[in-house]
């Protein structure tokens, strides 16, 4: 599994351009725009999360303690933050990275992430 979520069409073809100019000469580059990859120059609202306190918790409850507890914390987030438009890009060590398509879906997002996944 990669370590990013998300594969398809659309990073095939970014990396296919981004090839093609890097071998070319300065001169003869094509040219990176919002006419020929749109989704690249929207903004978006990026969360990244991070388990508190997480070497205490580890030291005193064993790590496979937070392994149990942060893989049941990740099946809630995954489904919240679905629920409220975002996708969760990345899941790494004690932490997530999520997407938005605005700041407002993401304060939404987080304070629904917060309720339900506190404690």
Excluded: N, W
């Amino acid at each position: 599994m990669s370590m990013f979520r998300h594969r398809g069409k659309r990073t095939r073809r970014l990396v296919s351009f981004l090839r093609r100019r890097a071998g070319a000469a300065p001169a003869r580059r094509p040219e990176m725009d919002c006419r020929r990859f749109p989704d690249l120059f929207r903004k978006r609202a990026i969360v990244f999360t991070d388990t508190e306190d997480f070497t205490t918790r580890t030291v005193r409850d064993g790590i496979l303690h937070f392994l149990m507890i942060f893989d049941r914390f990740v099946e809630q987030a995954d489904k919240v933050v679905a629920r409220t438009g975002g996708d969760v890009v990345k899941v790494e060590a004690d932490s997530l990275l999520m997407r938005y398509d605005d700041a407002t879906a993401a304060c939404a997002g987080v304070d629904a992430l917060e309720g339900c996944c506190a404690g």
